[in-house]
């Protein structure tokens, strides 16, 4: 049985997806056990240092921190209005039927109607994912207004960290879910594009996720020579 161009597909668009796949659940294990050897875990520290120093003092770090929330709240809502009208733009796209572009020779790789409704709705799913979760990080950090700007004193630190770091998190799975749309955009123009793209960017990631520095020597150096220059 010979092994066709079509076959392709079959071969490498899973194996981009794999590698894709082992590579965050290796990122989300460290995540979960090893939070200081990631990057989301060092920002975490440094989101809870702010908090706590926010609510230290709140009625005069309040303008200050709603600044803050406001403009990650703002950032939350654009991301996922873009991701909105990218699924507004694939179902107009679903409907028109004069696309030949991707279905011509030119491809090298499956362009049969069947293989081309499986990439429209795959990248679809992943916009319509990314879409939800900037809405909830968006959720979380209006969340995290109204308890900051709350006169009342009962509000504990330990509950705006909490909804920091959630909204933190469903911005950074809204972020990943638009990785993978890359990825599939790119499998559009054939299965070997989708797979060197999914190498190339599981290297970017694993580069910009790892995490080196401990934020508790970083805050007390810093401390130091803050010490250092008031003298």
Not at 9 to 35: A, C, N, Q, T, W
Not at 47 to 69: G, R
Not at 179 to 198: E, H, K
Request: hydrophobic fraction near 45%; aromatic fraction near 10%; charge should be neutral.
């Amino acid at each position: 049985m010979d092994f066709g161009k079509q076959d392709l597909d079959l071969v490498l668009v899973p194996s981009g997806l794999l590698i894709m796949f082992v590579y965050h659940l290796v990122l989300l294990y460290r995540y979960l056990h090893k939070p200081d050897t990631t990057f989301m875990g060092y920002e975490n520290e440094g989101k809870k240092s702010w908090v706590e120093n926010i609510m230290k003092d709140k009625e005069k770090n309040v303008s200050t921190a709603l600044t803050v929330t406001g403009s990650n709240t703002t950032a939350a809502i654009y991301l996922a209005t873009i991701s909105l009208t990218l699924c507004s733009l694939i179902g107009a796209w679903i409907a028109n039927s004069s696309n030949a572009v991707f279905e011509s020779n030119i491809i090298y790789g499956d362009t049969r109607s069947s293989t081309m409704s499986i990439k429209y709705i795959s990248l679809l799913t992943c916009f319509l994912l990314a879409f939800s979760c900037f809405v909830q990080a968006a959720r979380h950090l209006v969340h995290v207004s109204y308890l900051i700007s709350n006169p009342s004193s009962d509000i504990h630190a330990s509950t705006v960290e909490l909804s920091v770091i959630r909204g933190g998190e469903l911005w950074s799975l809204g972020l990943r879910a638009l990785y993978f749309a890359l990825n599939l955009l790119l499998w559009f123009f054939g299965p070997i594009p989708m797979f060197v793209s999914s190498i190339i960017l599981v290297i970017i990631l694993h580069h910009l996720d790892i995490n080196s520095r401990d934020y508790g020597s970083e805050v007390s150096q810093t401390t130091k020579r803050n010490g250092q220059r008031s003298v």
